[in-house]
Protein backbone atom coordinates (compact mmCIF):
# COMPACT_ATOMS: atom_id res chain seq x y z
CA UNK A 1 0.00 0.00 0.00
CA UNK A 2 1.20 3.00 -0.91
CA UNK A 3 0.94 5.82 1.12
CA UNK A 4 0.25 9.66 0.18
CA UNK A 5 2.93 12.56 0.02
CA UNK A 6 3.07 14.69 2.89
CA UNK A 7 2.43 17.75 1.83
CA UNK A 8 2.45 21.57 3.68
CA UNK A 9 -1.16 21.75 3.82
CA UNK A 10 -1.65 18.37 5.59
CA UNK A 11 1.33 19.33 8.22
CA UNK A 12 -0.12 22.85 8.71
CA UNK A 13 -3.45 21.18 9.32
CA UNK A 14 -2.07 19.42 12.27
CA UNK A 15 0.17 22.62 14.11
CA UNK A 16 -1.54 25.70 12.42
CA UNK A 17 -2.42 26.77 16.48
CA UNK A 18 0.73 26.00 18.40
CA UNK A 19 2.42 29.10 17.03
CA UNK A 20 0.27 31.55 19.18
CA UNK A 21 1.10 33.88 20.84
CA UNK A 22 5.03 33.30 21.69
CA UNK A 23 6.05 30.44 19.12
CA UNK A 24 7.00 26.98 19.72
CA UNK A 25 9.98 25.01 20.09
CA UNK A 26 10.27 21.64 17.80
CA UNK A 27 9.43 19.62 20.10
CA UNK A 28 6.42 21.77 20.83
CA UNK A 29 5.64 21.33 17.11
CA UNK A 30 5.57 17.91 16.99
CA UNK A 31 3.67 17.33 20.58
CA UNK A 32 0.87 19.01 18.64
CA UNK A 33 0.74 16.99 15.64
CA UNK A 34 1.03 14.03 17.64
CA UNK A 35 -2.02 15.48 19.71
CA UNK A 36 -4.00 15.94 16.05
CA UNK A 37 -3.38 12.58 15.27
CA UNK A 38 -0.85 13.30 12.14
CA UNK A 39 0.38 10.17 10.38
CA UNK A 40 3.84 9.02 11.18
CA UNK A 41 4.84 10.32 8.11
CA UNK A 42 3.93 13.91 9.16
CA UNK A 43 5.32 13.31 12.30
CA UNK A 44 8.91 11.97 10.46
CA UNK A 45 9.43 15.18 8.43
CA UNK A 46 8.71 17.63 11.51
CA UNK A 47 11.94 15.53 12.98
CA UNK A 48 13.40 17.51 10.10
CA UNK A 49 12.77 20.77 12.37
CA UNK A 50 15.78 22.09 13.96
CA UNK A 51 16.25 22.50 17.61
CA UNK A 52 14.71 25.82 18.24
CA UNK A 53 11.88 27.87 18.43
CA UNK A 54 10.21 28.90 15.28
CA UNK A 55 8.24 32.03 15.47
CA UNK A 56 5.37 31.68 13.32
CA UNK A 57 4.54 28.56 10.48
CA UNK A 58 6.25 30.50 8.09
CA UNK A 59 9.57 29.88 9.66
CA UNK A 60 9.76 25.84 9.37
CA UNK A 61 9.30 25.63 5.91
CA UNK A 62 13.20 26.77 5.78
CA UNK A 63 14.08 23.55 7.59
CA UNK A 64 11.60 21.45 5.56
CA UNK A 65 12.17 22.66 1.76
CA UNK A 66 11.50 19.40 -0.21
CA UNK A 67 8.37 19.14 1.37
CA UNK A 68 5.85 20.22 -1.49
CA UNK A 69 2.87 22.73 -1.00
CA UNK A 70 0.53 19.85 -2.02
CA UNK A 71 -2.80 21.80 -3.38
CA UNK A 72 -5.47 19.84 -4.63
CA UNK A 73 -5.92 19.20 -8.15
Do not use: C, Y
Not at 7 to 20: G, K, L, P, Y
Not at 61 to 70: A, F, I, N, R, Y
Request: glycine share 2%.
Amino acid sequence: MTHAPVTRVEIADHIEDVFRPNGATRDQIIERAIETDARPEVLAELKHLSERTFSAMRDIWKDLESVPVGIAS
